[in-house]
C-alpha cells in the first residue's frame, strides 16, 4: 500500500494527459472518499480492499484518461460494496461521475457462463448499456486488476471468471484497438484455462526466448546504423516476447513445433513521421529480402479496430527470418491502448477547442467498423473528446434472463415481447413479470440492462389486448395463432373482469393468488402491483372472464389468505 498515494496518481496523470489540465483537487476527493469508504476491507488476497480502487484509477491515468473517470474509477465499487449510495457520490461528485459510476455498477450485474452463441450479445450489451465509452474503459481497468489477483478468488470461479474475460474482456478490449490490454486479459487467463498447456510452454519456451533475445539485440546495431545513413532517428527501437497465449494459438496451427516459430520476438521501430515509416521500410528492403506476402500495410488500410503500421517479415542477419513493426509514436500508443489514447492525443492538439462528444454517422454499419469510423471521425473531426457516447444500439435493447442469458430485442419492447422470444410457450402462459426483481405491467418499456423474470400460469392463453403493445413480429404472429387456435374472435373485444386487492405484503404472495386463480380455470390477462403504505400493497389483475358466478366463486377462495385485508371485482 506503499504506492497508494494520491500524489503519485496525479503525477501519472499529468504526465499522460500532455498539455490537458487535471483537477488535482477532484482526485484527491474522490481518493480520500473511497479510502474512507472501503476503510477495514480486505478482498479474499488479503489487500486493503481500497487497493483495488486505487490500481483501477491507476490504469486510467495511464491510459491518459480525464479527471472524471480517474475519480469514478477510485469510486466504481463505492455505491455497490459499502454503506455509501449513489445519491452520496452524487451529493458529492455531481451527475458526471454517478453515471459513470452507475455504469460499471449495471455492468456487474453480467455473468457469462460460456454458452457460446450468448458471447456476440453480450458483447453488444456490454457497450449498449454503458452509453459512454468511459465506463467501458473503467470496467476494463477493473478486471485487470482483477485477473492480476485471480489466485486468490475460490478455484470454482476462476475458470468462470478467466473464460468470461478470454472470450468477453479482451475481444472488446481488442475491438477498441487496445492491443495491448487484450493481449495481456489473454495471457492472465491462459494458466486458468490450459494449465497444462501453460506449464509446457513456460517449460519449453524460457531458453528460446533468450536465444532469439541475443540474435536480436545484433540485428539491432545493423538497425540503428542503417537508419542513420537515411537521416532516421528513431524515437525507440524495441523487441517484446510473443506472449503465452498467443504463442500457443500459433503452436496449435504448427502441430506444437517451436522451431516453426520464427516471431518468438516481436521487433518493433518507433519513428517520427509516417514518410519515415516508409522510408524506414525501404531501407530494411534494401538490405535484407522480404518474404513474398510477408509485406502488410495497415497505415494505408488501417484493421478494423483502428491498428496503424507496416509489417515486414525478412531474410535478415545470418539468413534467418524476423518480423518488422514500423511505426509512430501516436500509432505506438494507440496500437497499445487503442481509443483511451486518443483522449490524451486530442487534447494536445485541439486543448482550446469546445468540449463535445463525437457520434458515428453511419449506424447501418455493423458495429465494430462504427468503432473504427468513430476513431478516425475523432482524430480528423477537430472536436475534443471527453465523453463518447455509444448511439448505435439505440434502436435495440438488451435484457438479461434470471440465468444470465441477454436477449436481444427492438427498443420498445416489452415483458410479452421478451416471453416469446425465449419460447411460445411462456409467451402464452406469461400472466405478469418483474423488472429487476420489481412486479411491472406487461405493457412496461424494457431497458437495456434490466434483469427480466417471466411470471407464468399453467393453461393460461394470451390475451387479444396484448397485440396493441407488443413491438415483436413474432409476439403479434404468436398471439394471433394462439387466440386462432382457440377460436377467440382477432378483432372483437370481450369483456374482462379485473379483481382489486389491498393486501399485506409478503414474499410468494402473488404466486399464491395466482395459483387459486389458475385452478379456478380463469385466466390472467394481466397483473399490476403498487406499494400504498409501509406494509400494504395493491394488485390489480384481469381476468379473461364475465362469468359473475365463476368470480365470486375465486373471490371467496382468495379471502381465505390471511394477508388480504380487502377485495373487489368489476367488468370492464
Not at 455497490?80 to 450485474?109: A, C, H, M, P
Not at 495481456?184 to 506449464?199: I, T, W
Not at 471521425?377 to 434470471?402: H, M, Q, V, Y
Amino acid at each position: 500500500m506503499a504506492s497508494a498515494t494520491v500524489e503519485n496518481l496525479i503525477k501519472i496523470s499529468r504526465e499522460k494527459r500532455l498539455t490537458k489540465p487535471v483537477d488535482a483537487a477532484l482526485i484527491q476527493k474522490a481518493f480520500s472518499f473511497s479510502k474512507s469508504a472501503h476503510q477495514g476491507q480486505k478482498r479474499k488476497s488479503g489487500e486493503e480492499y481500497f487497493n483495488h480502487s486505487y490500481q483501477t484509477a491507476l490504469q486510467l491515468a495511464e491510459w491518459g484518461l480525464d479527471s472524471n473517470t480517474i475519480s469514478a474509477g477510485l469510486l466504481h465499487d463505492v455505491a455497490e460494496d459499502t454503506v455509501n449510495t449513489l445519491d452520496d457520490i452524487k451529493n458529492s461528485f455531481g451527475e458526471e461521475i454517478v453515471f459513470l459510476v452507475n455504469g460499471v455498477t449495471k455492468l456487474g450485474r453480467l455473468k457469462y457462463r460460456g454458452t457460446q452463441r450468448q458471447v456476440e450479445n453480450l458483447r453488444k450489451m456490454f457497450l449498449a448499456i454503458s452509453e459512454d465509452l468511459r465506463v467501458v474503459l473503467i470496467k476494463l481497468a477493473d478486471r485487470l486488476h482483477n485477473m492480476k489477483t485471480l489466485g486468490a478468488v475460490p478455484l470454482q470461479k476462476q475458470k468462470r471468471i478467466a473464460l468470461e474475460t478470454d472470450e468477453i474482456y479482451a475481444p472488446l478490449a481488442y475491438r477498441l484497438g487496445m492491443q495491448n490490454l487484450a493481449g495481456e486479459l489473454e495471457d492472465l487467463s491462459f494458466p486458468y484455462l490450459h494449465p497444462q498447456e501453460y506449464k509446457w510452454l513456460s517449460e519449453n519456451v524460457k531458453e528460446k526466448y533468450e536465444e532469439r533475445l541475443k540474435y536480436l539485440e545484433k540485428v539491432k546495431i545493423v538497425v540503428n546504423d542503417l537508419l542513420k545513413k537515411i537521416n532516421i532517428s528513431p524515437a525507440g527501437i524495441d523487441f517484446r516476447a510473443k506472449r503465452y497465449s498467443s504463442l500457443y494459438k500459433k503452436l496449435i496451427r504448427h502441430e506444437m513445433n517451436l522451431e516453426q516459430i520464427y516471431d518468438l520476438v516481436a521487433f518493433r521501430i518507433i519513428v517520427s513521421s509516417i514518410e519515415e515509416c516508409y522510408a524506414t521500410l525501404g531501407a530494411i528492403h534494401q538490405i535484407w529480402p522480404p518474404l513474398p506476402g510477408k509485406i502488410k500495410d495497415y497505415i494505408a488500410l488501417p484493421k478494423p479496430n483502428g491498428y496503424r503500421s507496416l509489417h515486414t517479415t525478412v531474410f535478415c542477419v545470418d539468413n534467418k527470418i524476423v518480423e518488422f513493426q514500423i511505426r509512430t509514436k501516436e500509432m505506438h500508443d494507440e496500437a497499445e491502448n487503442g481509443i483511451a489514447a486518443h483522449w490524451a492525443y486530442h487534447d494536445a492538439k485541439e486543448k482550446n477547442v469546445e468540449e463535445k462528444p463525437v457520434f458515428a454517422n453511419r449506424k447501418e454499419l455493423e458495429w465494430v467498423n462504427q468503432l473504427k469510423n468513430w476513431q478516425e471521425e475523432f482524430l480528423n473531426s477537430g472536436e475534443s473528446l471527453e465523453a463518447l457516447k455509444i448511439d448505435f444500439f439505440k434502436d435495440r435493447i438488451f435484457a438479461i434472463t434470471p440465468k444470465g442469458e441477454v436477449i436481444d430485442l427492438p427498443a420498445g419492447s416489452t415483458p410479452v415481447d421478451f416471453a416469446y422470444s425465449i419460447h411460445s410457450q411462456i409467451g402464452d402462459n406469461c400472466v405478469g413479470a418483474k423488472i429487476n426483481n420489481r412486479i411491472v405491467p406487461l405493457d412496461y418499456q424494457i431497458q437495456s440492462g434490466d434483469m427480466v423474470e417471466i411470471l407464468i400460469q399453467k393453461n393460461k392463453k394470451p390475451s387479444e389486448s396484448w397485440i396493441r403493445f407488443v413491438k415483436t413480429d413474432i409476439a403479434k404472429k404468436r398471439i394471433r395463432s394462439s387466440l386462432k387456435k382457440d377460436h377467440l374472435p382477432g378483432s372483437r373485444e370481450r369483456l374482462q373482469t379485473e379483481i382489486k386487492i389491498i393486501a399485506e405484503d409478503r414474499i410468494g404472495l402473488l404466486k399464491d393468488i395466482t395459483s387459486i386463480v389458475s385452478r379456478s380455470h380463469i385466466n390472467i390477462s394481466n397483473v399490476l402491483t403498487a406499494p400504498t403504505s409501509p406494509v400494504l400493497t395493491s394488485i390489480k389483475f384481469r381476468c379473461d372472464t364475465n362469468n359473475k358466478d365463476k368470480v365470486e366463486k375465486v373471490i371467496l377462495k382468495l379471502k381465505k389468505i390471511k394477508e388480504i385485508k380487502q377485495i373487489g371485482s368489476k367488468l370492464i
